[in-house]
């Protein structure tokens, strides 16, 4: 006799993503205002040593408006500052690092962790945050166009294991995400550039009016004009959280229509040893996909070439010599098996339309590499 009882109950999820300048300058009292529920609060910061170097001044800002707002809050111990980039998430000692600080400075469930950095560290600390305590609030300062418009944003938090990206993580919502336009100013061109394949990403399998606007101000981002950047790094966020809330937040499904051009970027940033970062390697991998939809007879050689020529304007390098061989087809198996079920890939069925396949043809992918090397060694788009 098999006796079975349903529970069956849901949560709702808010979580405010706010943009601003300056967000530690003594009059800006965004921050305060997050953590106003009416309690003192604990907070323990966590620094990419990136954003430190680059703004040497932020560690003593912090603690002087730490002190300026203490009827607020009290920052935890000193602020953590760990490596930035890939290396955060592919050694282990950095999130047991933070796991090990909520121990100490006792950070509970109603203290915060704010971390300030690139998608990275963001992942990093947002994993730890996630399983000390079974969650402990996380509030996100990302610092990277990528992060801004895209990693930090969303509900998903990791670190690499097993030479495989985003093996550990959960899938855990954010306190509070504070983009601060500020911290722009002392990306690298490479780290400047590479967040925006993200817009280019959501524009060409969503909203084709989105495409035709990173087309017009291609050049002005290109030569890292403010004003179009604040501005795609909105949109972009905006449609990223549309996305997110519409479906299938958790990605219970084996459907990840973000993730269109992924599956090749995500196997080429471990192939060539992370020399290639996130965004420039999720532009080659678009790149691809978009070729292969072209050579499939999905979008046409002018559409092809438009989106070349955007990521072309922009900077990118479309090719990459670890793109050959075998060892990049197998990226398609390991995508399937991080998402589990069926593989699921997203392809252009026209500019600002993506449609799912459940196959990819290894002939085909061959074909659209030799087609992307000829023009990325070319400049011209040759099709036959
Ligand atoms: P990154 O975090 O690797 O940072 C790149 C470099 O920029 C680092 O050296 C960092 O120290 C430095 N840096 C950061 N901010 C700076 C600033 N303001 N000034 C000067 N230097 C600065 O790069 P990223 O592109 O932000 O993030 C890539 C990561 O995001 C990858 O690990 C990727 O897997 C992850 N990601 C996660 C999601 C998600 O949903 N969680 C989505 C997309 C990408």
């Not at 006796?3 to 003594?26: A, G, H, M, N």
């Not at 990275?120 to 947002?126: E, F, T």
């Not at 985003?166 to 967040?195: C, E, H, I, Q």
Request: proline share 3%.
């Amino acid at each position: 006799m098999n006796t079975i009882i349903e529970q069956s109950f849901s949560v709702p999820f808010k979580y405010q993503v706010c943009f601003s300048e300056d967000i530690f300058s003594l009059d800006n009292k965004l921050f305060t205002e997050l953590l106003a529920n009416g309690r003192h609060a604990k907070v323990l910061f966590v620094v990419d040593e990136g954003v430190s170097q680059a703004h040497p001044q932020l560690l003593s800002q912090l603690k002087a408006y730490a002190h300026v707002y203490s009827e607020f809050f009290t920052i935890a111990g000193e602020p953590i500052v760990v490596s930035g980039g890939e290396a955060a998430k592919n050694d282990e000692a950095y999130y047991k690092e933070i796991v090990e600080a909520t121990h100490v400075y006792g950070i509970d469930r109603h203290s915060y962790i704010a971390v300030i950095g690139g998608g990275a560290v963001i992942d990093m600390v947002g994993f730890a945050a996630a399983i000390s305590h079974r969650g402990i609030r996380l509030i996100r300062i990302p610092t990277t166009v990528l992060s801004q418009n895209d990693s930090a944003v969303g509900v998903k938090n990791s670190v690499n294991l097993f030479g495989k990206k985003n093996y550990l993580g959960t899938f855990t919502p954010p306190y509070a995400v504070l983009n601060d336009f500020n911290f722009l100013k002392t990306l690298d061109d490479r780290d400047w550039r590479s967040g925006i394949s993200e817009a280019i990403k959501v524009a060409l399998i969503k909203d084709l009016s989105f495409f035709n606007w990173i087309e017009d101000n291609s050049s002005a981002l290109a030569s890292r004009e403010m004003e179009p950047m604040k501005e795609l790094i909105i949109r972009c966020a905006q449609m990223h959280l549309d996305h997110i809330s519409g479906k299938d937040p958790f990605e219970f499904g084996s459907s990840r229509p973000l993730d269109f051009g992924h599956w090749a970027a995500h196997k080429l940033e471990h192939l060539t040893d992370f020399r290639i970062r996130h965004g420039e390697a999720v532009a080659i991998g678009i790149a691809l996909d978009s070729t292969y939809s072209h050579l499939k007879g999905w979008i046409s050689e002018d559409d092809l070439s438009r989106i070349i020529t955007v990521f072309k304007t922009l900077g990118f390098e479309l090719f990459a010599p670890e793109l050959g061989g075998e060892n990049l087809i197998k990226g398609l198996q390991e995508f399937q098996e991080h998402l589990g079920g069926q593989l699921t890939i997203m392809l252009l069925k026209a500019l600002g339309k993506g449609e799912e396949v459940h196959e990819m043809d290894h002939d085909l992918i061959y074909q659209a590499i030799d087609l992307l090397k000829s023009y990325n060694q070319t400049q011209n788009l040759v099709t036959n």
